[in-house]
């Protein structure tokens, strides 16, 4: 057998074991995959502004609430969107999809239409889009996560047969109230059933546990044991790793 014969046999042959390791690789859970939109969960105040002239910009400006949270049922988890005086959206879900490993943001806009986006989060941020029936656009909508008390959000569209976006509007939205003094984790607990920044207490057998927002706070009410039993392990996780990390060499 010839050098070159060879050479494409052992590349077939790890091509195929490739794909069989990706195939039998473990997909992400929703609750594990929407754990980066930890930070979101919370009430956050809105100010959007249109695209245009400076003039045209601050006419534009307007002001809405954007509320998130956590749901559950069994092994499934998406997070809830509100919005309150919305512009553009009135309610949405952000769901996980593991066949696509994508992330889809479905919207009730304030028309009262339905609007689904999906698209990959990379690093901090997420970009989804969607093809328009009616008009032929490539609408897209990005989320940027800046920091634990702020993100942007901003809307975009391309017109059928042109190959730049053109920005409509933007949101930028910072985290209402003081975070709950308790800690992130390094210092102090996370909510018990998100692994998120806490906010409010939780008692269960006559110990105080935390949550994120009412999502989590229902959702360990159903399970208590379940959840403890979790955040236990990834507490033990963390301090193991936190003790590896100052370990003297």
């Not at 239409?113 to 997420?126: R, S």
Request: hydrophobic residues 35%; contains cysteine; proline residues 6%.
């Amino acid at each position: 057998m010839s050098a070159a014969r060879r050479g494409l046999g052992l590349l077939l042959l790890a091509l195929l074991a490739q794909a069989a390791w990706t195939a039998d690789a473990p997909k992400k859970t929703p609750r594990e995959a929407l754990k980066p939109f930890n930070e979101l969960i919370g009430s956050w105040r809105g100010l959007g502004t249109p695209e245009g002239t400076r003039a045209e910009k601050e006419k534009g400006l307007w002001r809405e609430t954007i509320l998130w949270e956590w749901q559950f049922k069994g092994n499934d988890a998406w997070l809830n969107a509100s919005f309150d005086k919305g512009k553009y959206f009135t309610d949405g879900i952000l769901r996980y999809l593991p066949d696509k490993d994508l992330f889809q943001l479905s919207l009730n806009t304030t028309d009262k239409q339905a609007v689904t986006f999906t698209g990959p989060l990379k690093e901090h941020l997420l970009t989804l889009e969607r093809q328009d029936e009616k008009t032929k656009q490539t609408q897209r909508l990005v989320i940027s996560l800046l920091h634990n008390n702020r993100y942007l959000y901003h809307y975009e569209v391309k017109p059928e047969g042109k190959t730049l976006f053109n920005k409509v509007y933007m949101v930028g939205a910072t985290k209402e109230g003081v975070p709950f003094a308790i800690g992130t984790g390094e210092t102090g607990p996370l909510c018990v059933v998100s692994g998120g920044p806490p906010t409010s207490p939780v008692t269960y057998k006559g110990k105080t546990y935390y949550v994120c927002c009412g999502g989590c706070r229902e959702a360990f009410k159903a399970e208590p044991e379940k959840y403890i039993k979790e955040y236990e392990e990834l507490m033990a996780k963390m301090a193991k790793e936190r003790a590896e990390k100052f370990k003297k060499p």
